[in-house]
């Protein structure tokens, strides 16, 4: 049980194809970079990816 190769992505995909028709495969693309992008920012705990607080705020 190694990574799949080429081929075995190509009937993976070619089953989803046919299960889920041409005209969902966008939709289903998007739910699945949401659903990366909102797993990774999870994993990344709160507050990532902002700049932190400066030490020298005017005001």
Avoid at 9 to 22: E, H, N, R, T, Y
Avoid at 27 to 32: D, K, T
């Amino acid at each position: 049980m190694g990574v799949p190769n080429l081929g075995e992505l190509l009937i993976i995909l070619f089953i989803v194809l046919l299960v889920f028709g041409a005209a969902k495969m966008p939709a289903l693309g998007e739910a699945l970079g949401r659903a990366v992008h909102n797993l990774r920012r999870s994993v990344a705990g709160p507050g990532a990816g902002r700049p932190p607080a400066s030490k020298n705020a005017k005001g």
